[in-house]
């Protein structure tokens, strides 16, 4: 599970780079580690838009975005952008609905319980995967709100773990 500097301490591009190093690095060095594939990257809010950035990475054979915001542009008018400090160019280039998509199995899961733009992101990015004939899973998950969504993580039955098992 890698980690990486946070907003305000470094740029959005700087943490893209970072985890783009560090599965550089998995790539290069996971398995004199004992650590092997397949790997499903995974990211939840923030990290959710970054799993869904970086699934291209050759490492990588699929994706499980959790409520993650794939248009980019309307948070530089909140409060968030006090610490983000998105440029226009970042904006960009790191909003996946303004990207062409990775082929890579993706499963853009949301609560039904969260703030709505959680749902409308996923499914135009949804949309966008589609129109691209990209395998994608668009999984609302009934009763579970922005924190909640996690618990469906450590439950062994539970939508998210059996897209997993699933899909890998």
């Known amino acids: ?98 990207l062409s998509p990775c082929p890579k199995p993706l499963c853009l899961a949301f609560g039904t319980q969260e703030l709505p733009v959680f749902g409308r992101d996923a499914a135009a990015l949804h949309g966008l995967r589609n129109r691209h004939q990209c395998p994608t899973t668009l999984m609302p998950v009934p009763q579970m709100d922005h924190f909640r969504i996690l618990d469906m993580l450590r439950a062994p039955d539970g939508l998210l773990t059996r897209w997993l098992v699933e899909t890998t």
């Open 1 to 98: 599970m890698p980690a990486h500097t946070l907003a305000p301490a470094a740029s959005l591009t700087r943490i893209v780079h970072e985890l783009e190093q560090a599965l550089d690095w998995l790539a290069e060095q996971g398995d004199s580690h004992g650590i092997s594939g397949p790997y499903v990257l995974s990211g939840w809010s923030a990290g959710g838009t970054l799993a869904t950035l970086l699934l291209g990475h050759s490492l990588i054979t699929s994706g499980l975005c959790l409520s993650g915001i794939h248009d980019l542009a309307p948070l530089r008018e909140t409060y968030l952008n006090a610490a983000l400090n998105l440029s226009a160019q970042e904006i960009e280039e790191f909003s996946p609905l303004h």
